[in-house]
């Protein structure tokens, strides 16, 4: 059993920055393959960018070159650092972790994951 716990959403300013974290307790954090998800109001829920055990980062075309995955083996945490923020970055942001011994092909599948967090809420404004 893993226990995700985001924090750090809020609100910004278009062209603004925010940096999530997501603290992860239980099972052996470094063996997780770690995502990000974010889900806007009357949309479905969408990749955002992951990070496999072995550091490999994935991004959605949509935050390549503005948003940077992280992760911190020794705290148990995974960061998302979202810099430019644009309006459309509106949403709830959830952290997943993923045990697949196959996640570098099924990175971007929500149903890749065993467990998430609650998720965190980030509005940026115009």
């Known amino acids: 059993q893993v226990q995700l716990v985001e924090s750090g959403g809020g609100l910004v300013q278009a062209g603004g920055s925010l940096r999530l974290s997501c603290a992860a307790s239980g099972r052996s954090f470094s063996n997780l393959g770690m995502g990000w998800f974010r889900q806007a109001p009357g949309k479905e829920r969408e990749f955002v960018t992951g990070?496999?055990?072995?550091?490999?980062?994935y991004y959605a075309d949509s935050v390549k070159g503005r948003f940077t995955i992280s992760r911190d083996n020794a705290k148990n945490t995974v960061y998302l650092q979202m810099n430019s923020l644009k309006v459309e970055d509106t949403a709830v942001y959830y952290c997943a972790a993923s045990g697949s011994q196959y996640y570098s092909s099924k990175y971007s599948t929500d149903a890749s994951y065993d467990y998430w967090g609650q998720g965190t809420q980030v509005t940026v404004s115009s």
């Open positions: 990070i496999s055990s072995s550091g490999r980062t």
